[in-house]
């Protein structure tokens, strides 16, 4: 497809259990980032990952969050013993930052529930 | 100071209303700046760029005053369709983009 993939569309797992989103972003794409957003909340910045640059993982909230990006291409954000104050929908998006443009293209999300 | 800071509303207003929202940004060195719409449940989407010389597209008016670090967007004629939250983004260091909580609109008949 044209769009940012993103998989599992829902996702609903127990508390202490580990979690993996993927994204797929679109072709080309040299940014990619993971916001997350929680139930009427703002969205709250993740990791961001520019061409072969260090990823900025300023805003992964404790080391139970990790993320990489192989290839330049697809990603994984990957949750450790999950808690229940991670259920949210986690987005993806990527951007040809290179133009300038600013424009990011969002995918679907993953909508995480832990119980 | 947040980075980004933008009344979250709702703002609620008849339809063919004008209405406005500010954002104020932290950041003097922020480079980029954008209006994001998001629908209820739905990603966010590049509504607008802003540029500093300010800019229109149809009923939707962009502005920028740097000097005192905002932002905002003016949505003239209001039609039911505008109703979702409005989000204001911007660069910071390395092009990465912050976006503001977001500000509700909701158009009543």
């Known amino acids: 497809g044209a769009g940012v993939s993103q998989s599992p569309s829902n996702k609903v797992t127990e508390k202490g259990k580990d979690v993996e989103l993927r994204c797929d972003p679109i072709?080309?794409?040299?940014?990619l980032y993971w916001y997350r957003q929680s139930l009427g909340q703002g969205l709250e910045f993740l990791i961001y990952?520019?061409?072969?640059?260090?990823?900025?993982k300023s805003g992964l909230p404790s080391d139970r969050f990790s993320a990489e990006r192989t290839g330049g291409s697809v990603s994984t954000l990957t949750i450790q013993r999950t808690q229940q104050e991670d259920s949210a929908v986690y987005l993806c998006?990527?951007?040809?930052?290179?133009?300038?443009?600013?424009?990011?293209?969002f995918g679907e999300g993953s909508r995480l529930t832990v119980l | 100071r947040k980075e980004v800071e933008q009344d979250p509303g709702p703002f609620n207003v008849p339809e063919g209303a004008t209405v406005a929202f500010n954002c104020t940004y932290s950041?003097?060195?922020?480079?980029?700046f954008f209006w994001y719409r998001q629908d209820c449940r739905k990603e966010p989407k590049l509504l607008m760029s802003?540029?500093?010389s300010g800019n229109e597209d149809g009923r939707f008016t962009a502005q920028l005053n740097r000097a005192s670090q905002y932002i905002s967007l003016l949505i003239r004629d209001s039609k039911l369709s505008d109703s979702a939250t409005y989000l204001c983004?911007?660069?910071?260091?390395?092009?990465?983009?912050?976006f503001g909580t977001g500000t509700q609109l909701k158009v009543e008949l």
């Open positions: 998006a990527s951007s040809l930052m290179d133009r300038g443009t600013g424009e990011l293209f």
């Open positions: 802003v540029y500093s």
């Open positions: 983004v911007l660069t910071g260091g390395g092009n990465k983009l912050t």
């Open positions: 072709s080309g794409h040299t940014a």
């Open positions: 950041n003097s060195a922020s480079q980029s």
């Open positions: 990952f520019q061409g072969n640059s260090a990823p900025d």
